[in-house]
């Protein structure tokens, strides 16, 4: 079906593009299965605690920044979600690349133990796991002033390999997360010029504030004065 078939053509562009086989990596995870069920885990449930963790500690300590990272999260997910209208297979359904579901294969598939076809898991393109993961890398080693913010690169990057030795995504579909994170943010840095253009054209356009006559309110108070003695 449509979505089989744009999965096959996102699996050979990346072989195209010289990129590294997602099954050559799943096989040489394969091999330790407690490594497996933790990136199982990972993938299942880590994404929503970790981007309600970084809101909160953003509200709760650097609240200027709180309201601009809610508002890149609600865009880049929205996005997000249109674009997976457009149904593409992950992985584990595409039987040219021959990976299997981890998921399934330990019992912790979140969809439960049919490792048939489902139209719910028809969501591959973007990662919203990824996308979420680079926020909120961008959003810790922006706003943090510890000089060990920059460790919280690291978690793109193993959301990237858990997402893919599950076989629950592509490379490209982190890439275009990538991207759509990207354009959230180029909307967002424009929306807020917009606004800070409009304000100023507002401020601008005030009629002058009335001078104060200091010469009169000087002769009032001196003829309210005390008379002179005759």
């Not at 994404?47 to 601009?68: M, N, P, T």
Request: with cysteine.
């Amino acid at each position: 079906n449509g979505a089989l078939g744009r999965a096959q053509w996102l699996w050979h562009a990346e072989r195209v593009l010289h990129m590294p086989s997602e099954a050559v990596i799943q096989r040489a995870f394969l091999p330790h299965p407690l490594l497996v069920q933790a990136l199982n885990l990972y993938y299942a449930g880590l994404h929503f605690a970790g981007l309600i963790i970084c809101l909160a500690w953003l509200f709760i300590w650097h609240r200027s920044s709180y309201f601009r990272a809610r508002t890149t999260v609600v865009l880049f997910t929205f996005m997000s979600l249109a674009v997976q209208f457009i149904p593409v297979a992950p992985p584990r359904m595409l039987p040219s690349a021959q990976m299997i579901d981890t998921a399934v294969k330990y019992g912790q598939s979140v969809y439960g133990n049919d490792a048939g076809f489902n139209p719910d898991q028809l969501s591959a393109m973007p990662s919203v796991h990824v996308g979420w993961a680079l926020l909120i890398a961008v959003v810790v080693v922006h706003v943090s002033h510890s000089r060990w913010k920059w460790l919280a690169l690291g978690y793109p990057l193993l959301t990237t390999l858990a997402v893919v030795v599950t076989a629950n995504h592509y490379w490209l579909d982190g890439l275009g997360a990538a991207v759509l994170l990207a354009l959230a943010l180029l909307i967002q840095r424009a929306g807020q010029a917009l606004r800070r253009k409009y304000l100023t054209s507002r401020m601008l356009a005030l009629p002058p504030a009335a001078p104060q006559v200091r010469g009169a309110a000087v002769g009032g108070a001196a003829g309210s004065g005390p008379a002179a003695p005759g």
